[in-house]
């Protein structure tokens, strides 16, 4: 079944001694009270349930999967609904929500660290919670006072949940198109008739209630994303006193047999003159549902994160007891027949790939959920905005660079494991196949990176950028004339300095053929990434050559892992580089009826 233990001594430096969250939430007023303390039993409890009651699921989940019964009826796999109810006793749904709605008011920041965790455990069981937190900031920020009264608590309780409806059987990012109809009713409602496809926990067994936010067209909509509205369509409709009434015309027609996730339910919903009410403007759903895809944006990234530390904890394990060969430099284990395979270079290379992509993914999400909590809460409005235009610009580097970096680790780890990790017993190939949807829902890694590229950077001639760009530059001058920190200032400074070439070149090129924009945007957002972790690992080198000296084994470990991705990780950029400076040439010059 394998293992998982909530990394807390790493989370611990990542929030207390890399970030200073204590200091930082000191200057937001409705955190100010929060301390390193409270945060650390936090994460220490929601650990213990991770690790206890949701981790012994995830192999089940896979294997049994959830089952259409017929007739709309969605059926978990066995523990899962019993987990849930534990979640909800608990208060974990209520973690980073509002107090007026019955939330606990913690920051941004605490919930996407116990996301990690539940990401880890059982990403599967973990998407049903997810989304319900993501349809309760949509309504938190866009839905009338009536909608907030009826329908926030009991999503903040985890009583009810939610799901978010966009995907049609003929489009998927391209919302334009989508065909569902919303008419208008008499009584102020609407009725919407439709088909929604990969529906994440669209049916389930967990809750009394799930509400559906859905976009659909008004009868006098423009065309194009500019006729999108947004809708809330409960599964029943609550009556006048917020309880579970009648059965609403919104049901699961079948569930997908998929690579991976088995144990979330994806659903195709019908929607068969199902009542609805209009959430925000009319004709502006789509930026009112931006608000819980930013958040699946964020939360597919710490999907990615999760699965990369549970693998590396699971391979590290298995290197260290697996018996093959001799090493190169003679017998490190001479009692025992042959050497535990951790005595391996490349063995060693597959382990710190993964370990390095952890603890980088941790620093950098972590990193841009404080923003958020600054975003949110801060007083001074300049510092609000620093912090959206930060949190706008990486959102989707977070979401691309960490689930391709998930799959690139889970990969090495069943490889660690060898014919054992391709087999189901060990767990490792699960691991894979749930890393692969990673990449393609909340908009695909291609998708990412044409927003990174095209909005992010050359939409505004590079200002958010240049704003992180401030950040790395001011680190690198107040470490300039430090010797220790060469190794790790100089690399840095030199990709910094090429990512500022290498977007002045790309934005040129667009400017005449908007092809290689498309062209170069993913090498360039892998290069844009690794700037990112290079960043954060330079930063987390700088506290550890400190604190190493006085032998403690972490910050020993620290300095070794950071030695290694500036050695073997961080090259990378040069091939994307060269990748993403080739142009569109090569990429279109074959008549698309010779493929």
Known sequence: MGQYSAPLRDMQFVLHELLDVEGTLKTLPPHAEIDAETINQVIEEAGKFCSEVIFPLNQVGDREGCKYEGNGVVTTPSGFREAYQQYVEAGWPALGCDPAYGGQGLPVLVNNAVYEMLNSANQAWTMYPGLSHGAYECLHAHGTDEQKKLYLEKLVSGVWTGTMCLTEPHCGTDLGILRTKAEPDANGSYRLTGTKIFISSGEHDMAENILHLVLARLPDAPAGTKGISLFIVPKFIPDANGAVGERNGIACGSIEHKMGIHGNATCVMNLDGARGWLVGEPNKGLNAMFVMMN?????????????????????????????????LTGPKAPDKPADPIIVHPDVRRMLLTQRAYAEGGRAFSYWIATQIDIELSHPDEAARKEAADLVALLTPVVKAFLTDNAFIATNEALQVYGGHGYIAEWGMEQYVRDARINMIYEGTNTIQSLDLLGRKVLGDMGAKLKKFGKLVQDFIEEEGTNEAMQEFVNPLADLGEKVTKLTMEIGMKAMQNQDEAGAAAVPYLRVVGHLVFAYFWARMAKIALEKSASGDAFYVAKLATARFYFARLLPETAMQIRAARSGSASLMALDADLF
């Not at 999907?303 to 391979?315: I, K, R």
């Not at 590290?316 to 090493?327: D, G, H, I, S």
């Open 295 to 327: 958040a699946a944006r964020l939360g597919v990234g710490m999907q990615g994160l999760g699965l990369t530390e549970v693998a590396y904890q699971n391979s590290v394990t298995y290197a260290k007891e697996r018996l093959q060969m001799r090493a």
